[in-house]
Nanobody
Framework: QVQLVESGGGLVQAGGSLRLSCAAS??????MGWFRQAPGKEREFVAA????????NYADSVKGRFTISRDNAKNSVYLQMNSLKPEDTAVYYC?????????????????WGQGTQVTVSS
C-alpha cells in the first residue's frame, strides 16, 4: 500500500497563497485527490487529478483559486492555493483513488496521509 506524506501547510493571511505537497512512497496510476476537514465538520473533497494530469476536478468552493498538479516522476501531487479565505482553514489530506473512476467521494479514496494544517487569518 502506498504511503503518503503531506507538507506545506501553515498560517497565512486572507488573500495569501500556500503550496501543499504530497509525496507517495511508490507509484500509483490511479487518480489522486486533496481533501480537507475543518473542526466539527466532515471531510470534504477539494480537488482530484488523473494519472496523466490531463483531467482535473475541483470543488465549487475552490474553483479558480486552487490548482492541483502531479509529477509522476517524483510520485508527488501538489495543491497551489491562491486567494485564500478564512473558510479554507482546515487540515488538508491527500489520498489515492481506489479505482480509475475515483473522482471526489472520500469513500473512493484510500492511503490517507497524516494531513497538514492550513490556517487562514482574517
Amino acid at each position: 500500500q502506498v504511503q503518503l506524506v503531506e507538507s506545506g501547510g501553515g498560517l497565512v493571511q486572507a488573500g495569501g497563497s500556500l503550496r501543499l505537497s504530497c509525496a507517495a512512497s511508490g507509484r500509483t496510476f490511479y487518480p489522486m485527490g486533496w481533501f480537507r476537514q475543518a473542526p466539527g465538520k466532515e471531510r470534504e473533497f477539494v480537488a482530484a487529478i488523473v494519472w496523466s494530469g490531463g483531467s482535473t476536478n475541483y470543488a465549487d468552493s475552490v474553483k479558480g483559486r486552487f490548482t492541483i498538479s502531479r509529477d509522476n516522476a517524483k510520485n508527488s501531487v501538489y495543491l497551489q492555493m491562491n486567494s485564500l479565505k478564512p473558510e479554507d482553514t482546515a487540515v488538508y489530506y491527500c489520498a489515492v483513488g481506489l479505482t480509475f473512476s475515483s473522482w471526489s467521494a472520500p469513500a473512493d479514496f484510500g492511503s490517507w496521509g497524516q494531513g497538514t494544517q492550513v490556517t487562514v487569518s482574517s
